[in-house]
């Protein structure tokens, strides 16, 4: 039968004060839902262990999420470039939303690769980075 997990097609959790134990337990759970929308905006506890375990579930078939908002939830940069190397393998995100991270020209390379590689992106938010001109 159907179960009402499984008619969930968005999860906000921005400004949860969620640490990166709570996030990757919600992530376990939603794993083979139809959710196409995650917020985790905001939850700056977050840490290598979530953003590995998020990366990992884009280079599965089953997971179909159209947009995640990370914005302000102090990604470094050499875990974006971790994170970003998985999502290149997603072809349902739509939107990615990485804003007010701090993220600097270090991440440019890895930018693009998402952009040449993930066809389905239709939209990527970088405002109140640290990305110039010349990284840009």
């Known amino acids: 039968g159907i179960r009402v997990g499984d008619l969930i097609q968005e999860l906000n959790l921005r400004n949860a004060s969620l640490a990166t134990e709570g996030a990757v337990q919600i992530l376990n759970a939603m794993q083979y839902r139809n959710i196409k929308s995650l917020d985790f905006s905001s939850n700056r506890s977050l840490d290598e ?11 599965k078939s089953d997971f179909k999420l159209e947009v995640l908002h990370l914005e302000n939830v102090d ?6 470039e ?34 040449d590689r993930c066809p389905s ?11 110039t001109g010349k990284g840009g």
């Open 121 to 131: 992106l239709d939209a990527l938010y970088l405002h109140y980075n640290k990305i």
């Open 82 to 115: 971790k994170f970003l190397e998985d999502v290149t393998d997603s072809r349902t995100l739509k939107v990615l939303n990485l804003s007010r991270n701090g993220l600097s020209d270090a991440t440019v390379g890895p930018i693009c690769d998402v952009l």
């Open 49 to 59: 262990g979530f953003f590995q375990e998020l990366g990992g579930m884009f280079v």
């Open 75 to 80: 990604i470094t940069d050499s875990l974006a």
